[in-house]
Structure formats: C-alpha cells, structure tokens
C-alpha cells in the first residue's frame, strides 16, 4: 500500500491540528468497549465517465482495546482506504466508524489526537539527526519544549535508538529507520497506531526486532495495533485478522479459528505414477474429494489427514503404484486466504527485502 492520498486532509494539516494540549481532549474519558467498531462503511470515489469507484463497500469491523489486529487483503481491496477513514485523513461515503471512542465524521481533529499512522513509505529526513527527526514532529504537535524533549528520549529508548540519537538518518539501517518512524508514531502517546506494512522490505532480523518492538509497546502501555502485512507469520502472531477482497469483509476470527473454519488437512502424495494414482485415490478418497496434480504431486484436501495416508498408500500400493512420499499439513492462513479471495496471500507480497545488516 502507499501513503493514501487523501481527500479529505492533508497530512500536514492533520498534524497541525493533533494538539495534545487541546482542553478539549476526551483523554479522561471512560474507556470505549473497542478501539476501533465500523458499521456498513463504505467509501466511493469518483470514477471514469461518472462511474464510481466503490472502495469499501459496508465495512463492519471490531477491533478490541490492546489487540494486535492483522488487516489482510489482496492489492486494492481496501485497505488503505479503510485506515484513512479510520484515521480521519478520508470521509466516509456512508455508513458509522467510530475509533477510541470518537465518531471519525463527527470529531476529526480527536479522532487525530488518538491514533498514530505509520505509512509505508517513510518520510524522514534523511540530512537530519534521529532525534532532529522527531523534534520536527513535536512542534507539529504543538508540544511544548520540555514536554517534547520527555517525549523524545521516551520514544527513542522505546524503540532502542537512544545511543544513534545524533546519527543522520541516512546512516541508520532499514530496520532502524523503521523503528524511528515507530517513535515519530508515538510521540503523541496514541491509543491506537496503524501501521501500514511496517516491515515490507526488511531482512528477517530487522522484521524480528521491530515486531519485539510492537509487542513490548502493547504490553507496556496497552496500545492497540492495527497491522497490514503481507508476511503470513507476521499475521499469524496477531490476536485477530481480518481479510477484506473487494472492498467487503471476508472473514474475521483468531488466526486458529480461521484455519479451523477451513477444516480439512492438505494431503500431498508423490508415487511413480500420479496420474493413474489419481484414479486410485478418487476411489479410495471420501466422495467429492477434490483433488490436483501440481509440481508437489497429487494433493487433497481431507479431514484427519494423516489418518487418510496408510489407507492411500496401502490403496496404491494393491495398485502396484509405488508411494515415494506423502505428507499431511492442517490448514496454513495462506489456505484460509486462498479460500476466501481466491489468491494467495504470498503471489501479492512486495518485493526484494534489504540486505543490509541490522543492529
Ligand atoms: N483517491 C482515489 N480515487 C479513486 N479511486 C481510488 C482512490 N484511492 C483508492 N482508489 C481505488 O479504491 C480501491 C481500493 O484501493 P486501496 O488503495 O484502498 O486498496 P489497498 O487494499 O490498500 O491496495 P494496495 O495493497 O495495493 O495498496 C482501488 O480500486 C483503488 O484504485
């Protein structure tokens, strides 16, 4: 996803108008059940020849205070422009979203106030210092200076940079910039931070290190976490996914009910000759079982997968076809993905991670 070029407001004005010390801050306030709770949101932007462009079409979305909520989709599903309702940077065409307790439509300049966005292309200046970096950002804010300079070391020890505070940008690592783009989300104390693939383009470790990130930043202060990815694993550690294809929502669970909802195991068999095995196997299988050879070998799909192999092997072999592997895996949430959007997740992950060496 890239920057949402928003409609409605432009991320500068967005920031000039997040004052923190607004008196009218609902900071006090009780808690709201959810973080985050949408009912029948849509967004339509104008299209060719007075056609309309349905984005999001009757969004109904639950997010619980302190979850790690996974937001999954193929390219142009809508995602983006569901965090840009969310966040206020977008109007809502129709229907209710309300975040940390406040109507996006109703109260823009709150609903501001409560999150923090991390987009996926990063904006820092890249001749300033990482503290230099943040301090620009505080006074966007309208922080006051020893509220700023609190505020800064905070974010920084949080995401471990203190010690390349006076680094340039430029000469931090991937991963570090990442997590320096964590602490300019957070230096406003959000209750909710969006983060727009956080880690598309980072090696294994810097993925790792801005995840324990996240996660300590949850622990600590209880702060919701509204993620895109494109990593399964990343999704996977997640309290709650949801999937979205086409604008509407196609499922929404824990990452084990979701694949649970799936059911069946996948069965792969390799033998000398899986084309008359195929045969076998149709009239070994439980009925309407479907089944596909691919470059794996003939693959199935079954309840108690495993139970299933010596029963085909033992069917195979009576055949005179020998069985060279077989192998039985419970549904992966690429398979939950695949069911519900007929792609897998993996065919829309952006490319090539850096290379370089995280510390
Ligand atoms: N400002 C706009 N004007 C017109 N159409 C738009 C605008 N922004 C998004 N769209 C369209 O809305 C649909 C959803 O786009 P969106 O960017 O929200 O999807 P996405 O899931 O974030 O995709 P990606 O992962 O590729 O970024 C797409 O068809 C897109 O072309």
């Known amino acids: 996803m890239k920057p949402h070029a928003g409609d409605d407001a432009p991320a500068r004005a967005l920031l000039l108008t997040a004052t923190p010390e607004d008196p009218d801050s609902n900071r006090s306030a009780p808690e709201p059940a959810y973080a985050i709770s949408t009912r029948d949101l849509v967004k339509s932007y104008p299209g060719p020849d007075g056609t309309a462009v349905h984005a999001v079409r009757g969004l109904d979305l639950d997010v619980s205070q302190g979850e790690t909520f996974a937001f999954l989709g193929p390219n142009g599903a809508g995602k983006s422009t569901t965090i840009a309702m ?58 006051g200076r020893r509220h700023a300079r609190r505020r800064v070391g905070e974010t920084l020890e949080a995401v471990a940079l ?43 470790h810097a993925r790792a290190q801005v995840w324990d990130h996240l996660r300590t930043l949850r622990e600590r202060h209880g702060t919701t976490l509204f993620v895109t990815t494109h990593y399964l694993e990343e999704a996977e550690n997640c309290d709650r996914l949801a999937i979205i294809d086409a604008g509407r929502l196609v499922a929404q669970g824990t990452p084990f009910a979701l694949r649970a909802a799936i059911g069946d195991d996948r069965v792969v068999l390799r033998t000398g000759d899986d084309t008359t095995a195929r045969q076998v196997v149709h009239e070994t299988a439980p009925p309407g079982t479907a089944l596909t050879l691919d470059a794996d070998g003939l693959c199935l799909r079954v309840p108690d997968g495993s139970a299933w192999i010596p029963r085909l092997c033992a069917a195979l072999e009576a055949h005179g076809i020998p069985v060279r592997a077989a ?10 993905f695949f069911h519900h959007t007929g792609r897998s997740i993996t065919t829309a992950r952006p490319p090539q991670p850096e290379t370089g060496k995280d510390a």
């Open 86 to 143: 969310l966040c206020a940077l977008a109007r809502p065409t129709a229907g209710r979203a309300v975040v940390a307790g406040t109507d996006v439509v109703a109260r823009p300049d709150r609903v501001r106030r409560n999150v923090g966005m991390l987009f996926q292309h990063s904006a820092l200046d890249p001749d300033l210092t990482a503290e230099q970096n943040l301090y620009i950002h505080t006074r966007l804010y309208g922080m």
């Open 327 to 336: 192998s039985a895996t419970p549904p992966t949430l690429d398979d939950v």
């Open 162 to 204: 203190t010690d390349r505070r006076r680094s340039p940008v430029r000469t931090l690592s991937g991963g570090m910039r990442r997590r320096l783009e964590i602490a300019r989300g957070l230096l406003h104390e959000p209750r909710i931070l969006f983060l727009d693939e956080p880690t598309t383009g980072l090696d294994p």
